[in-house]
């Protein structure tokens, strides 16, 4: 029996919830990779050597651990057929984007 569940949500939805958790600046944006549990934000990527160009098709998709000369063993990247992300993005074209959770503040 399959029991893996992905929770979806529409693209606008997703970006308030952002905007709500870290504000408008998206290098804050906190994402956490359900594979290693690291955290992980553009600013991250950036400091590690990543272009800005690379950034959006890497964060939240492909982990830091792919370009970390420090890699703690994760080379996790997402894809459509993946497995291993609780979460899709429901793009405005109607095209799903597997991606990381956002990290949640402690309630
Ligand atoms: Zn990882």
């Known amino acids: 029996m ?6 979806r949500i ?5 970006l308030e919830l952002a905007f709500e958790l870290f504000g ?3 290098t804050d944006w906190t994402f956490v990779c359900p594979r290693c549990g690291q955290f992980q934000t553009a600013r991250d990527m950036l400091r ?3 272009q800005e160009d690379q950034i ?8 830091i651990g792919n370009f970390n000369p420090y890699n703690t063993g994760c080379f996790l990247k997402l894809s459509k057929n993946s497995r291993e ?21 402690a309630t």
């Open 85 to 105: 992300h609780e979460l899709e993005i429901i793009m405005e074209d109607g095209r799903k984007q597997p991606i990381f959770k956002f990290l949640k503040p």
């Open 56 to 63: 959006e098709e890497n964060i939240g998709i492909n982990c």
């Open 48 to 50: 590690i050597g990543l």
């Open 24 to 26: 408008r600046d998206l």
């Open 10 to 14: 529409k693209r606008a939805d997703w």
């Open 2 to 7: 399959d029991t893996y569940e992905i929770e």
